[in-house]
């Protein structure tokens, strides 16, 4: 069986061929890395191969799908949870596996999220810039106690379920919105419908997949609806938000705070270092430009127990899929919402 590797950085190549030496069919797998993402371009490159290893930033709508069937890929190996990046009946109509890595730490994802919001808070990252200067003065550093505040959470699948325990542990109190509603999280916190949600929130934390029915889920009306002076936090998908909207809200203070993981045109710029070059994404510079704003490149995931598991599932799922033509990963077409999404977004 032979894979590839795409938008291999250093640290994928590391833990992927730790888990490769230690997988048990370790001499009947031959991997192949490429730093380059996979799309329409790049996807010539693939010759001779039965499965690819994708990540958040690959393209794989229709067109590279059609393509990656032309040159006989078998299974695509999701290095990550989300899948909003994949036209998944495209997959189906060729019969290609497609997997992902469902939870590789939930934790992982909800603890950076926490941090995110002390830092947004708390004013962590000002402070950190005036103390190397020598300005330990504390004006504009003011935040608020978080206990007793309420946190509200839409989507308590597995990262918002574990943000939800943390925020709890704060002392605060948690408010969710889940169209899947499940008892796990009664132990943590009462369920409000959306517009509730977002009129009792002091912070909204976002753990809902990127589909049809989410995409701009934060836009010009739902904002409307928030608390004033509301923190919003976003770990999950940048489509979730309409960025524009968000900072018309920030000049207004409508808003009083944003701290963002992942953003909607990332694909051309995360994981990769810009900082020799001039950036053409003017909302994203003017997003940066308010100091109540922080934005980190997708690295929420990023430990070494997450890059572990990443490294091992991935393989596991194409070691079941060689025995079994399928695996308990797969995803399909028929499960409820949070496993279903046939939107063709590239950059989340
Ligand atoms: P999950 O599938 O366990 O949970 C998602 C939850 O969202 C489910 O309970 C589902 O019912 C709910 N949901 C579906 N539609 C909704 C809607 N319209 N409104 C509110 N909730 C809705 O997924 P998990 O593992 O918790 O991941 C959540 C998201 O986090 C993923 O979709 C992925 O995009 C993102 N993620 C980000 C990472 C990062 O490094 N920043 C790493 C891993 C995941």
Redesign the pocket.
């Known amino acids: 069986m032979k894979l590839s590797v795409f938008s291999a950085k250093p640290y994928d190549k590391t833990y992927f061929e730790a888990a490769h030496a230690e997988a048990a069919s370790s001499d009947s797998i031959k991997v192949t890395y490429h730093d380059f993402p996979l799309n329409e371009e790049t996807v010539s490159f693939i010759k001779d191969t039965d499965a690819v290893c994708a990540f ?1 930033n690959d393209s794989l709508h229709g067109a590279v799908i059609d393509m990656l069937a032309e040159r006989g890929v078998k299974a695509i190996l999701l290095r ?5 990046h994949v036209d998944l009946d495209a997959a189906a109509r060729h019969g290609i596996m497609v997997a992902n890595v ?3 730490s ?1 934790e ?2 909800a603890e ?1 999220a926490v941090a995110l919001l002390q830092t947004l808070n708390r004013n962590t990252h000002r402070a950190y810039n005036r103390a190397r200067e020598g300005n330990f003065a504390l004006n504009g550093l003011l935040g608020r106690t978080l206990h007793g505040k309420t946190v509200g959470i ?9 943000t939800a325990r943390i925020m709890k542990g704060f002392g605060c109190r948690v408010i ?7 008892k796990a999280f009664e132990e943590y916190g009462e369920y409000r419908d ?1 517009d509730t949600l977002l009129a009792e929130s002091d912070v909204i934390s ?6 049809e ?2 995409k701009h ?1 934060i836009n010009d009306q739902n904002i409307a609806k928030m608390k004033k002076g509301v923190l919003l936090v976003n ?3 940048g489509g979730l938000i309409d960025t524009k909207a968000v900072i018309k809200a920030l000049k207004t203070h409508h808003i009083g705070g944003v701290a963002l ?2 953003y909607e045109g990332e694909g051309d710029l995360f994981y990769d270092d810009h900082s020799g070059e001039i950036i053409h994404d003017d909302v994203l510079m003017r997003l940066m430009t308010f100091h109540n704003v922080i934005v980190s490149g ?5 430990t070494v127990e ?1 890059l572990t598991e990443i490294a091992e599932c991935s393989l596991r799922n194409l070691e079941e899929f060689m025995k079994t033509g399928s695996c308990a990963n797969a995803l399909g077409n028929t499960d ?4 279903k999404s046939s939107l063709p977004v590239r950059n ?1």
């Open positions: 958040v990550c949870a989300g899948f909003n469902p939870s590789y939930p992982a994802v950076f839409l989507g308590v699948g597995k990262i918002g379920l574990a969710a919105f889940d169209p899947f509603p499940s959306l976002l753990h809902c997949p990127l589909m029915k989410t889920i770990t999950s998908r993981d992942v997708h690295q929420a995931f990023f997450a409820k919402g949070a496993k989340v």
